[in-house]
């Protein structure tokens, strides 16, 4: 099993020099992916609950430096040449799609085919409410705007009609690499696996609680009739050990995704990969 690391794009690991320093050390080491997640808007008082810690709060401060992913993580691409690069997630329906499946192809291309888009729906209506994109129907217009990104990436013409967007006899270059770009969907929800399964070239399962239930979560995707092995998982834990890499490696787990905040210092930043590497590969 591999070794991902969700370091990049807040706070600190907003900052170009540790960027630089984390990615560098972290391919050197063997980590796979580095991971970086998104969040256009903050707000300092949100009624909407974050699905992924057991207070319904977020742990990253409103006033926090949040990078765009995708720029973020181009300049990891930049600064390294065999790791990959994940959006975990992008929350694609607060973006155009084809917008996006040009910057996700750019990317792509830049890094030498090393891309690994992850994509969720999205939870804070007061985000979606500042970017003046409803709330309502967000988990059908994310599906629809995956299926406009992969007709743009699979067709030098591309047509798409749909209830969200459609166009007409357009050409968005340039194409991926490889033809296509795994798509990955993010959230622990039965919802979020079902895309997962029906829709996704994987999953990403984010801070949750141990091997029991990265099993349940699990069990529950190979039940909607996809076979496992067909999908790229992976999966980060609220509170990892080493013991669980095998436990988790039985059970089908491709990455175990480490999260992590980097020091602020670019020197320390290099130790730290370091030190997570002895720890964890």
């Not at 391919?27 to 796979?32: D, K, P, Q, S």
């Not at 969907?185 to 990265?214: K, M, Q």
């Not at 669980?244 to 089908?252: E, K, N, R, V």
Request: proline share 5%; hydrophobic share 45%.
């Amino acid at each position: 099993m591999q070794l991902g690391l969700h370091a990049l794009g807040i706070g600190s690991g907003a900052r170009r020099a540790v960027i630089d320093a984390v990615a560098v050390v972290a391919e050197a080491c063997g980590f796979a992916t580095l991971w970086s997640g998104e969040h256009v808007v903050m707000v300092d008082r949100a009624s909407s609950r974050y699905p992924y810690s057991p207070d319904g709060r977020i742990a990253v401060p409103a006033a926090a430096d949040w990078l765009d992913p995708l720029i973020g993580l181009s300049f990891a691409a930049a600064a390294t040449s065999t790791i990959r690069v994940a959006t975990g997630v992008l929350l694609l329906p607060e973006h155009n799609p084809i917008v996006v499946a040009k910057q996700a192809a750019s990317l792509d291309v830049l890094s030498g085919g090393r891309l690994t888009l992850g994509v969720g729906v999205g939870w804070s209506r007061e985000e979606f409410d500042a970017l003046g994109v409803p709330f309502a129907r967000r988990t059908a217009r994310t599906e629809e705007y995956v299926a406009a990104m992969r007709a743009l990436w699979r067709s030098d013409v591309a047509s798409f009609t749909g209830d969200f967007v459609q166009f007409s006899s357009i050409r968005v270059n340039p194409k991926p690499c490889g033809a296509t770009i795994p798509i990955i969907f993010g959230g622990n929800s039965d919802s979020a696996l079902c895309r997962a399964a029906t829709l996704g070239d994987g999953w990403y399962g984010f801070n949750l609680d141990g091997v029991p239930e990265v099993a349940d979560r699990l069990d529950f995707l190979a039940a909607q009739g996809r076979d496992l092995a067909e999908l790229r998982i992976a999966v980060a834990l609220r509170n990892p050990a080493r013991r669980d890499i095998a436990d988790l490696a039985s059970l089908g787990v491709d990455e175990l995704v480490i999260v992590d905040s980097p020091p602020d210092d670019p020197g320390s930043a290099t130790e730290w990969v370091s030190a997570l590497a002895d720890r964890w590969l």
